[in-house]
């Protein structure tokens, strides 16, 4: 069976039969930056195949209801947690990735990030100034820019408000959005397509220069002879059920993983330990945990009125923490504030004066593992270990959290903090959070931003990859995810991983 032309994406019910196909680039997964090096690969010429485990999603279906929205569109139901401390973390399964139901949300490091991944990492290639003209492509094919006022709202206003007030430098959040409407919707799927997701913005793009797509196909295994991969094999899956049908098998002369942080490390596990030379295949697993204080106001906010994450601070970087603005469905933010029944349903009454602001840190002490499950194909058991050397980062987080609320009037919030008063009225009331009353286990935070479990390292015997995102252990094997971050990058690192993944697609060509 022949793959579609003239711009289509091959689905579920197209698949007749087992099925072989040939190219010179396989690319396992289309989020950000396997679309990314698809594109650039069929820009100059190439013959690429792109495969993705889950299927399209068209506005039609997506889900409001937070719950039902997750099941479709997250791995392991949008209910995967991590083992050792106990954290949420949600990855996507479907075309697009994580970029369908993220906040859209383009950010490049400060220039203190690469300097520390250059000298630590031996990685002489990768500064701020070499990645630059990529950060730029890649803004202009996603068209990243500022979150307008017009779509602001109440909520991300009042938090550019009270960083005036204390001298803190904020901005509007920069987002690969066009024409947003401030629904606030980001999380379940933009059903107004605003958000430049890479399944409507990249793959399209890539189709057009010749790239074809096949979804609910899963990679289970990468081939190889010697020291080259000769492409990859695994089975039709059915979207939800994860029914397996037919199989198939992609032969190429180039193979790039990009199935993301969790499944690439699965996947090169389960092909016989592939690119382990080093030992670090799965290893070193970092996250951007996140706090949250839910502040509530005198009046009202209309808070389901505005960008999803519409304005941020840096001003903290350097001391290990972003400030943003935050808004979910309400059944999202129920897990995490604090009471159940009664009690949370009148805190909930209060809902539409309600404004959440968050905190992501760099807790480079907190690591884990990636290790592939028995019985299962790609989902991983992940185990991670929250260092108490990263606690003082998220304590003065939550207290610069509180300072903004009361800045802004809030009339009390809620830190959502174990053991200490779920409601504080005054700034004076919320001096427990830096008392030293604190514990790691006291904190409910949850993570998505996930890095390094393949990490590069200009020496094989430290690292998976090498700057360029090949396998130190294979002559044509790369991989193109944030896995391969050596260590996180202070901010959300879509833009990150896509800047990179470009400068990969580049050296590939080079070599074909």
Known sequence: ??????????????????????????????????AVVCHEIARAGHSVVLLEEGPPFRPDDFEIDAGRSMARTMREAGLRTTRGTIMPTMQAICLGGGSLVNSAICVRPPQFVFDDWSTRFELEQTTREQLDPHFDAVEALVGVGPTPENVQGKRNLLFKQACDALGYDSEPMPRNVVGCRGSGECFTGCRSRAKQSVDISVVPAAIRAGARVLTSVQVQRVLTEGVRATGVEGQVVEPFTGRRGHRFRVDAKV?????????????????????????????????HPGVAIAGIFPEPLDPQFGATQGYHSLQFLEEGFKLETLWAPAAVLAVRTPGFGYELQDRFAELDSFAVWDAIASCHHSVGTVKARRGSNLDPILTWKFHPDDLPVLVNALWVLARLFFAAGAKKIVSGVQRLPYEMHSLEEAEVLRSGRVRPSDLVFGANHAFCSTRMHGDSGKGVVDE????????????????????????????????LARRQAHAIVDRL
Do not use: W
């Open 1 to 34: 069976m022949s793959p579609p032309d003239g711009g289509e994406v091959r689905v579920f019910a197209q698949y007749e039969r087992d099925f072989r196909e040939q190219a010179d680039v396989v690319v396992v997964g289309s989020g950000p930056c396997g």
């Open 468 to 499: 360029l995102g090949r396998c130190h252990d294979y002559d044509n094997l790369y991989l193109a995810d944030t896995g391969i971050f050596p260590r996180c990058t202070a901010v959300n690192p879509m833009l990150t991983g896509m800047a």
């Open 255 to 287: 193979v790039v993983l990009a199935a993301g942080c969790m499944a690439t490390p699965v996947l090169l596990q389960k092909s016989g330990d592939l690119a382990n030379r080093s030992g670090q295949v799965g290893r070193n697993l970092q996250f």
